[in-house]
């Protein structure tokens, strides 16, 4: 028995140095490990432990009687108790040795499967972070053209308006020059008026010569 203990704690501490070092086997360590704690797993290890605890529960309650019958004798013990005593040692050593590297090993698992996760965890949150982060640029960026078109209209606005300025001045310009032209035009057919008015009283001031003319020239010829 105590060989096989022996070679159970060299089996654990070999599986604890592959969990601590980041080898190609410790993987195949984690897998393995995984697997245990699946279906009737954990239940075994139970049984198992359950068992190195009884036995060395057992180993413990023989030592102490070793010792009892060792006091009663008046302090001397025989060859076989101190064979016994130092076997029953031995085995309480490597019993209470091979439990406790099993739970080293177990808590070495569970923080490392812990740590997977919680680096998965970031590794998500990093992906989310850097996709707010290109939402946020492209965000900006569509912003930032927004803002640039914004201001392009704005030019565009001022440059039309100066133009409508312009325009309107224009056509003050023009309804002024066609105003002027109305008056002028509203003279000049006044003047026209006039002007035939004053050649129609010549014309009547004409013929009325011209009738008088007449009327001397035949009173002289009678």
């Given at each position: 028995m105590i060989q096989l203990l022996f070679a159970v704690i060299f089996t654990e501490a070999a599986m604890i140095a592959l969990l601590l070092f980041k080898t190609p086997l410790r993987k195949?360590?984690?897998?393995?490990?995984?697997?245990?704690?699946?279906?009737?797993?954990?239940?075994?290890?139970k049984t198992v432990a359950g068992t190195l605890v009884v036995v060395l529960s057992s180993s413990v309650y023989s030592m102490i009687?070793?010792?009892?019958?060792?006091?009663?004798?008046?302090?001397?013990?025989?060859?076989?108790?101190?064979?016994?005593?130092?076997?029953?040692?031995?085995?309480?050593?490597?019993?209470?040795?091979?439990?406790?590297?099993?739970l080293m090993i177990d808590r070495l698992h569970h923080y490392i499967?812990?740590?997977?996760?919680r680096r998965k965890s970031m590794e998500a949150v990093k992906k989310q972070m850097r996709g707010s982060e290109d939402v946020k640029t492209a965000s900006s960026e569509e912003t930032k053209y927004m803002e640039e078109r914004a201001a392009k209209l704005r030019e565009e606005v001022v440059r039309l308006e100066s133009e409508l300025k312009s325009k309107n001045k224009a056509v003050g310009a023009a309804e002024a020059n066609v105003s002027a032209l109305r008056k002028q035009s509203e003279g000049f057919l006044l003047e026209y008026d006039r002007l035939l008015e004053e050649n129609q009283s010549l014309r009547n001031q004409l013929q009325s010569v011209d009738r008088t003319f007449s009327r001397s020239a035949s009173k002289k010829n009678t």
């Open positions: 195949l360590v984690i897998m393995a490990l995984d697997r245990l704690k699946r279906g009737r797993g954990p239940l075994m290890v009687n070793i010792q009892k019958r060792g006091i009663e004798d008046g302090g001397a013990v025989n060859p076989t108790d101190q064979v016994l005593m130092a076997k029953h040692l031995l085995e309480a050593t490597l019993m209470g040795a091979v439990l406790f590297l099993a499967r812990e740590l997977r996760i």
